[in-house]
C-alpha cells in the first residue's frame, strides 16, 4: 500500500524556539494532507487540512500563526510549530489521499508514523 | 455534535479467543464509517470502512465490523485473535458526503493479548 512518512519521529527542543516537521507520500502524489494531534489516552485531532499550492484551511480553535502549514509540493507537507511551549508537546501525525476532497468511496487516508514533540 | 464512544479503554483477550470493540457515533445521518489500527512506531492502518449497502463488512487482517443503524454502532469483531492483533483500535467517522478529511476519532481501545 502506499506510504507516507514523517520526519523527524521525535523531537525535543527548548521552549521558544521553532520546529519543522515533515510528512511525505513516498510513492503516490498527495493532493490533500492532514495534520492532527493526539495527546496521551485521547483521539486524534484535526489541526489543518493542506492543499497543494494553495494556504492551508485550519480547524476552529488552532493558532494559524503559531502551527505553519506549507505543503510546496504533490509529495511533501511541512508543520513549523513555532515559538513552542510545553503545552505544545503532542503527538503529531500527518495522512494524505490522492484526491482532492476525498469524498469518493475509493479514497483511502494514509497515515504517517507520527512524530513525538517534547518541548522543555 | 458529532461524536464517537469507544467504550472500552483497554480489552484484554486470551490468544484464539474472539475479540468484538464497540464503537457508537452520534451523528444526524448515516455517516462514513472507520476502522483503524495503531501499532507502536507505525501510522494508523485502515482495517476497513463502511460507505453504504451491505452492513457486514470484511476488511484486512480477517477482522469485520456491523453497522447496525438501529444502535448506532460500528462494532469490530475477529473469530480468533492473534498475538500480533496486540495493538491500539480506533474507531473513526466522517460526515456522509463531506470530505474523508475530516475524520472524527474516538479515543481507542488498546488491545492486549495473552499467550
Known amino acids: 500500500g502506499a506510504v507516507v512518512s514523517q520526519h523527524p519521529s521525535w523531537v525535543i527542543c527548548k521552549s521558544g524556539t521553532s520546529v519543522k516537521i515533515e510528512c511525505r507520500s513516498l510513492?503516490?502524489?498527495?493532493?490533500?494532507m492532514f495534520w492532527y494531534r493526539q495527546f496521551p489516552k485521547q483521539s486524534l485531532m484535526l489541526m489543518a487540512t493542506?492543499?497543494?499550492?494553495?494556504?492551508?484551511?485550519?480547524e476552529q480553535g488552532v493558532e494559524k500563526d503559531k502551527f505553519l502549514i506549507n505543503h510546496a509540493s504533490l509529495t511533501l507537507s511541512t508543520l513549523t510549530v513555532t515559538s513552542a511551549h510545553p503545552e505544545d508537546s503532542s503527538f503529531y501525525i500527518c495522512?494524505?489521499?490522492?484526491?482532492?476532497?476525498?469524498?469518493?468511496?475509493?479514497?483511502?487516508?494514509?497515515f504517517g508514523p507520527g512524530t513525538r514533540l517534547t518541548v522543555l | 455534535a458529532q461524536s464517537v464512544t469507544q467504550p472500552d479503554i483497554h480489552i484484554t483477550v486470551s490468544e484464539g479467543a474472539s475479540l468484538e470493540l464497540r464503537c457508537n457515533y452520534s451523528?444526524?445521518?448515516?455517516?462514513?464509517l472507520f476502522w483503524y489500527v495503531q501499532s507502536p512506531g507505525q501510522g494508523l492502518q485502515l482495517l476497513l470502512k463502511?460507505?453504504?449497502?451491505?452492513?457486514l463488512v470484511q476488511g484486512i487482517k480477517g477482522f469485520e465490523a456491523e453497522f447496525k443503524r438501529s444502535q448506532s454502532s460500528f462494532n469490530l469483531r475477529k473469530p480468533s485473535v492473534h498475538w500480533s492483533d496486540a495493538a491500539e483500535y480506533f474507531c473513526?467517522?466522517?460526515?456522509?458526503?463531506?470530505?474523508?478529511?475530516?475524520?472524527?476519532f474516538g479515543k481507542g481501545t488498546k488491545l492486549s493479548v495473552k499467550p
Open positions: 473513526a467517522v466522517a460526515p456522509y458526503g463531506g470530505s474523508q478529511g475530516n475524520l472524527i
Open positions: 510513492d503516490f502524489q498527495a493532493t490533500t
Open positions: 493542506s492543499n497543494e499550492g494553495s494556504k492551508a484551511t485550519y
Open positions: 495522512s494524505a489521499i490522492t484526491r482532492a476532497g476525498g469524498t469518493h468511496s475509493t479514497d483511502t487516508q494514509y
Open positions: 463502511y460507505f453504504s449497502g451491505d452492513t
Open positions: 451523528y444526524g445521518a448515516t455517516p462514513y
